[in-house]
C-alpha cells in the first residue's frame, strides 16, 4: 500500500500547486475562459477555505471547448514552465483528464508506475461535456463512456489501484489482469480506445441541453451538474486566492461524497501519496520549512 506524506513534503507540495494555480488563474483570466473547481477542492473552499488539510491535488474543470483551448494556451504561453499530458498528447495517458504539470518535477502515483509517460506535480483538468435531458440516453452515453474508459486504464495497467482487500480484491484483480491481457491479444488501440471515448462524450455538444457532466467517472452519473446550479459562476477562497466554482455544489457533492461537510474517519482519509516524488530544481513560493522541534 502507499505510504503517507510527512508533514513538511504535503505542506511543500501544497504550496507549489498553489503556485501553479495562480498561473493557471492568470492565464484563465487573460483570456476569459470559463473554469471551476469540483471534487475535493470543491469541499475544500466549503469546509476549510483552502486545501483540505491531507488532500494533496486540485481538480478543475471546463467546459469541453474552454478545456482545449487552455490546453493549447498552457503550451503556446507557458511552455517553458509547464507541459499538458493527456490522450492527445500521449497516447501511453490511460485517462481521459488531462494535467498541467510543473516541469522539472516528478509525481508517478503507484497506480501509474509502469505507464510508460512522463509524470509531474499537476493540476488535475476535467472536460464537462453536454448531456441530454432524456434519462435513457443520458444513462447510455454515461455507461458507454464508463465502460470504454476502464477498457484504456486496462489497456495499460494490468492491476490498477483498488481499493479493496480479500477475496473480493483478487477476484477484480484477476479479471483485470484477463482483461489486459485480451486487450494486448488483440492489438486494441490505446489511441483508438480513447477516440471512441471521446465521440461518446461530445455526441451533445451541438446540443442545448440542461445538464453538463464529466462521464469517464470512476462511478458513472456522479460528475453531473445542472447548468443551473452550474451558472452563474460564484467565486469562494481557496487559501489566499479567489476562484470559480458552481454555484450550486450540493447536488454534485453529495452524489459522489454523501456528507461532504462532516469530516471522515481517519482510516478513510485518502490522498495520492506517489510511489515517486522529486521537485526537482523548482523553488517553491511560499514555503519555509518548519523547524524541528529540539529533543530534550
Given at each position: ?17 498553489l ?7 492568470s ?120 465502460i ?7 489497456r ?17 484483480y ?31 455538444n ?47 457533492l ?43
Amino acid at each position: 500500500m502507499p505510504e503517507k506524506y510527512d508533514t513538511q513534503t504535503l505542506k511543500k507540495l501544497q504550496s507549489l500547486e498553489l503556485e501553479m494555480l495562480e498561473d493557471f488563474v492568470s492565464l484563465c483570466e487573460k483570456h476569459r475562459l470559463r473554469y471551476f473547481g469540483i471534487g475535493g477542492t470543491g469541499i475544500g473552499a466549503l469546509r476549510h477555505k483552502g486545501f483540505i488539510p491531507w488532500d494533496d491535488d486540485i481538480d478543475l474543470a471546463f467546459p469541453r471547448s474552454d478545456y482545449e483551448r487552455f490546453c493549447r494556451l498552457v503550451e503556446e504561453e507557458m511552455g517553458d514552465k509547464y507541459q499538458i499530458l493527456s490522450a492527445e498528447t500521449d497516447e501511453n495517458y490511460p485517462l481521459f483528464t488531462a494535467r498541467m504539470m510543473r516541469r522539472g518535477t516528478t509525481f508517478r502515483e503507484y497506480s501509474m508506475k509502469d505507464v510508460d509517460c512522463e509524470f509531474g506535480i499537476f493540476l488535475d483538468l476535467y472536460a464537462y461535456d453536454s448531456v441530454p435531458d432524456n434519462d435513457f440516453l443520458m444513462k447510455f452515453q454515461a455507461i458507454e463512456v464508463w465502460i470504454i474508459s476502464k477498457l484504456l486504464i486496462l489497456r495499460s495497467i494490468p492491476r490498477p489501484h483498488l481499493f479493496y482487500t480479500g477475496l473480493k480484491a483478487k477476484l477484480i484483480y484477476a479479471a483485470c489482469g484477463m482483461a489486459h491481457r485480451l486487450l494486448c491479444a488483440l492489438h486494441i488501440s490505446k489511441r483508438g480506445l480513447y477516440l471512441a471515448g471521446k465521440r461518446a462524450c461530445t455526441r451533445y455538444n451541438g446540443m442545448r441541453t440542461s445538464r453538463l457532466a464529466y462521464l469517464p467517472e470512476a462511478r458513472p452519473f456522479t460528475s453531473m451538474i445542472n447548468r443551473s446550479d452550474l451558472y452563474p459562476l460564484k467565486k469562494l477562497s481557496f487559501e489566499h486566492l479567489k476562484l470559480y466554482f458552481p454555484h450550486d455544489m450540493h447536488e454534485m457533492l453529495y452524489a459522489y461524497y454523501g456528507d461532504y461537510m462532516q469530516l471522515p474517519p481517519e482510516e478513510k482519509r485518502y490522498n495520492h501519496c506517489p510511489y515517486q516524488l522529486d521537485f526537482g530544481n523548482v523553488t517553491v513560493r511560499g514555503y519555509t520549512p518548519e523547524k524541528e522541534e529540539e529533543t530534550l
